[in-house]
């Protein structure tokens, strides 16, 4: 895509906009936070709530969802940003909920459902097929006081 400085190019997210100054960029929007990770060149972040923010190659921003403010600036872990073109999911110390909601992203069936907040919030890292929610499976397979059950098309996450 040829870059038009009439037309700039903006994501949407929620009440955020994102808007490319010659860059490439990644957004991932989810329930509690829109992630920006700029692989190259440089975004502009604007929001009711603030002022814009400039965001440079190598940043990664964590905006939270309500607020619209960026809650952290971290260095972007370029690999883990663009897992996802190569259908790949990588997580490091993320929620269970978290995990199950980017799988139930990427596949209608089944879903995965937590049963239980606490189980929810338990962190796991891994890198797994985005079009496969077994392969889940086989990295919570390493908890030992976790199971799962299989109930029409969804695959439930609960404690032994």
Request: charge should be neutral; proline fraction near 3%.
């Amino acid at each position: 895509m040829r870059h038009e400085a009439t037309r700039p190019f903006l994501v949407h997210a929620g009440s955020v906009v994102i808007q490319a100054v010659g860059t490439q960029f990644n957004v991932n929007r989810r329930t509690r936070d829109t992630t920006v990770a700029v692989i190259e060149g440089v975004v502009q972040v604007t929001d009711k709530a603030q002022s814009p923010a400039r965001l440079v190659a190598g940043d990664e921003a964590h905006i939270a969802v309500g607020s619209g403010k960026i809650a952290t600036r971290d260095k972007v872990d370029a690999l883990r940003a663009t897992a996802w073109r190569q259908k790949r999911l990588i997580f490091q110390a993320d929620t269970l909920e978290d995990i199950a909601g980017e799988f139930n992203r990427y596949n209608p069936v089944p879903k995965i459902r937590i049963d239980g907040a606490a189980i929810g919030q338990r962190r796991f890292t891994g890198a797994l097929d985005a079009n496969h929610p077994e392969s889940l499976l086989s990295l919570l397979g390493e908890a030992d006081d976790l199971t799962f059950e299989r109930h029409g098309d969804e695959l439930i996450v609960k404690t032994r």
